[in-house]
């Protein structure tokens, strides 16, 4: 009950909002009592124009140098300091087409710093980009990072339709390398006048230590470059264009343009009469219908399954416990871990993967409504399991529990892969530019962070104790809470990460691996096109590209 107080105009001005919503939530109300579809709440949005024409500039990967040259083509050269130090100017030479000589060239690479800087070689459309060669053990072997940074400052020549990035890298580090180099032209604008004039953009790689590019490396990193832009545009895309239902025809369409996978989708009210509690409540109150949608991949001779179950929440309110004014913008990153997963398996597909492979889709739009989820519901989850709902804004837990709980029974999998946008407080376990793994087995933190290092979509360990920290969701009324409030013991984000292994048995059994991308997702107000890098490189060994070898 709440204490009584003094009548003010401020209360008036309550009072008085509250009658003029009086109308909208009485008929939202009478569509329940009249038994309309529930789903029906203020119907679809349309869209401002189809998907398919946002493509933005081409990029492509070639190993070696292309026969593109200035001044008709701007140019930058980029590597750690010390491989460009090394390079012989013949190596290049070609591309500044007689506009630069020799000695030119050597002024230029001995004005570089040691740590990092860059130079203008000819007039504007021609420089060289040094980044350090001292790297921590947390970062990743290449300083893709720095590549990325210098790469989203740079200013494109004013008419220039053309550049070319040419790439300095030891063989090993060419993934990573390519990938900071494609997350720095995003795809995705709306902009009536564009920033920039540029249609066509190369990544010409030269290889440093002697090993060359094969045929599969190249369609590799096409492939890559490819997943990491489409990942970075469905982010960026805003949420009244990617609704749940355009987000499903983007998985589908990404499976019809594959080889021997097939797609299913559960949408709507078929969610809730298959038992899919998670993901139905969560997306109820969306204008457009919750949707789980699965693709999958069956080579011959396959003897593994593989799982990869993104969160795919195309906008966050917060639901009931609504997001604050400065909260809510840029909440339609929370598909990040679906985007980043639907790419990943299109990569992998593409690149020869020999298991069994399957990619969950748990999409849904957290909003608001009469039907919307309440602090205190209960509901009942595809596991069985019943949750005490006590925060609303926790919802990305509720799908993928759903999804991770299909994928093991379901489909089988033995290894799985979860992804999401989960909890804000990643970036006090693991920072900006890491991802926090939680995972049920050791070797697997070994694994994804060396992965982490070598693709660039960097990563570190969560503590996974659910004997010492599950308690942290006890309910007394339901099998468990979706959050917590008060005392913990353990940390939010790993707790979060919990609630999901809880829906599995915690990954007994199987290899479970939980990602929470919140904050490497997106940078200055852009997708940074996270986990395709990682996932492939991560899954690499089942393909036939000696990179991932």
């Not at 008709?72 to 491989?83: F, M, P």
């Not at 000589?101 to 990092?116: C, F, M, V």
């Not at 053309?162 to 900071?180: N, Q």
């Not at 070994?446 to 309910?475: C, N, T, W, Y």
Request: hydrophobic share 40%; charged share 20%; net charge neutral.
């Amino acid at each position: 009950m709440m204490p009584k107080r003094r009548f003010s105009c401020f209360v008036l001005i309550q009072k008085i909002g509250l009658l003029l919503l009086l109308p909208t939530i009485i008929a939202g109300y009478t569509r329940n009592n009249n038994k309309t579809p529930r789903l029906d709440f203020i119907g679809n949005v349309p869209a401002l124009t189809p998907l398919s024409a946002y493509q933005g500039n081409m990029l492509t990967v070639r190993g070696g140098l292309s026969a593109k040259t200035l001044p008709q083509t701007a140019l930058i050269i980029i590597g750690k300091e010390s491989h460009l130090k090394k390079l012989d100017y013949q190596t290049v030479a070609p591309k500044f087409a007689n506009h630069l000589n020799a000695e030119q060239w050597k002024r230029g690479i001995d004005i570089l710093t040691p740590d990092s800087g860059s130079v203008p070689l000819f007039y504007n459309l021609a420089k060289v980009v040094a980044v350090s060669d001292k790297v921590s053990r947390g970062n990743a072997f290449s300083n893709s990072p720095a590549i990325s940074k210098e790469l989203r400052g740079y200013k494109v020549p004013s008419n220039a339709t053309d550049l070319s990035v040419v790439v300095v890298a030891e063989y090993a580090d060419v993934i990573s390398s390519v990938a900071a180099v494609a997350r720095s032209f995003p795809v995705f604008s709306l902009k009536t006048k564009e920033d920039t004039t540029l249609k066509n953009i190369d990544i010409e790689v030269v290889v440093v230590d002697g090993k060359t590019l094969a045929e599969d490396d190249v369609n590799y990193l096409n492939h890559l470059i490819k997943a990491i832009r489409e990942t970075a545009r469905l982010i960026d895309t805003p949420p009244n264009i990617l609704t749940t239902d355009a987000f499903v025809q983007e998985a589908i369409k990404v499976a019809d343009g594959l080889p021997d996978v097939k797609h299913h989708v559960i949408r709507g009210e078929e969610l809730l009469q298959q038992n899919f509690g998670g993901i139905y409540h969560v997306g109820k109150a969306g204008p457009t219908p919750p949707a789980f949608v699965v693709l999958s991949y069956k080579p011959v001779g396959s003897n593994h399954k593989y799982a990869l179950v993104g969160k795919g929440i195309v906008f966050d309110t917060g639901g009931m416990q609504i997001k604050g004014k400065t909260a809510m913008p840029s909440m339609k990153i929370d598909m990040g871990g679906a985007a980043a997963l639907l790419q990943a398996f299109a990569t992998l597909v593409q690149s020869g993967f020999k298991q069994e492979l399957h990619v969950c889709l748990c999409i849904a739009e957290n909003n608001i409504s009469p039907q919307a989820n309440k602090p205190d519901d209960v509901i009942r989850m595809l596991s069985g399991k019943t949750v005490e709902i006590n925060n609303t804004d926790a919802e990305g837990r509720l799908v993928l529990a759903d999804g991770v709980f299909y994928a093991k029974n379901t489909l089988g999998a033995t290894t799985i892969i979860d992804m999401a946008t989960l909890t804000g407080a990643q970036a006090y376990i693991s920072g900006k530019h890491h991802a926090a793994v939680l995972t049920n087995l050791e070797e697997n933190e070994k694994q994804i962070e060396l992965a982490g290092r070598r693709s660039g979509d960097l990563v570190k360990s969560m503590l996974f104790a659910p004997d010492m920290h599950f308690s942290d969701l006890k309910s007394p009324i339901a099998d468990m809470r979706n959050s917590n409030f008060g005392k913990m013991e353990g940390p939010p984000s790993a707790i979060a990460g919990l609630f999901i292994a809880a829906h599995i048995d915690f990954g007994e059994g199987i290899s479970w691996m939980h990602l929470d991308i919140a904050s490497p997702c997106e940078v200055a107000d852009r997708a940074t096109g996270y986990g395709p890098a990682l996932i492939s490189v991560l899954l690499g060994k089942e393909t036939k590209v000696p990179l991932l070898q």
